[in-house]
């Protein structure tokens, strides 16, 4: 599955706000980390503050915030914002009405379904212990993530 760039960076804007809970960051801070548009991520910005994920304040130390349940938001959830995961886009050509023409369809559209059920088992809570792992030294892990080695 490939995400649209609006959709990957309204990922990593979330992920960089839920990190900061209550802390306000504006859209230049988030572009400069990612490398990014400021301009084409104040529009993702602006996307995300009308479905209720981030809040935008406005004066000296405004920025966004982010709004939601971080525990019970998936990353289908920050994904259906941009992109339309429910239809399924093909070309028809001849080779389309054929049984292993069907019998591809089916796979491919098997693939998405699985692909929308992974985004959506996956909340931005989980997202960020992934990040904050991987960010990590080698052999290092959070104390809540970390498992008892059984004794022998």
Avoid: W
């Amino acid at each position: 599955m490939r995400l649209q760039i609006s959709t990957g960076l309204a990922i990593f804007a979330v992920l960089e706000l839920a990190a900061r809970e209550g802390r306000r960051l504006s859209v230049a801070e988030i572009g400069e980390k990612y490398g990014v548009s400021s301009h084409h991520l104040a529009k993702v910005m602006h996307v995300m503050g009308r479905a209720g994920l981030v809040r935008s304040v406005r004066g000296a130390g405004g920025g966004y915030q982010f709004a939601g349940n971080a525990r019970r938001i998936t990353l289908l959830d920050v994904a259906e914002l941009f992109e339309n995961l429910n239809s399924v886009e093909q070309v028809v050509t001849a080779a389309d009405a054929t049984p292993e023409g069907q019998a591809l369809r089916g796979v491919l559209n098997e693939i998405d379904d699985i692909a929308r059920a992974t985004l959506g088992s996956i909340t931005i809570a989980t997202m960020r212990k992934l990040v904050d792992c991987r960010g990590l030294s080698r052999g290092q892990r959070p104390k809540a993530l970390r498992r008892k080695q059984p004794r022998l």
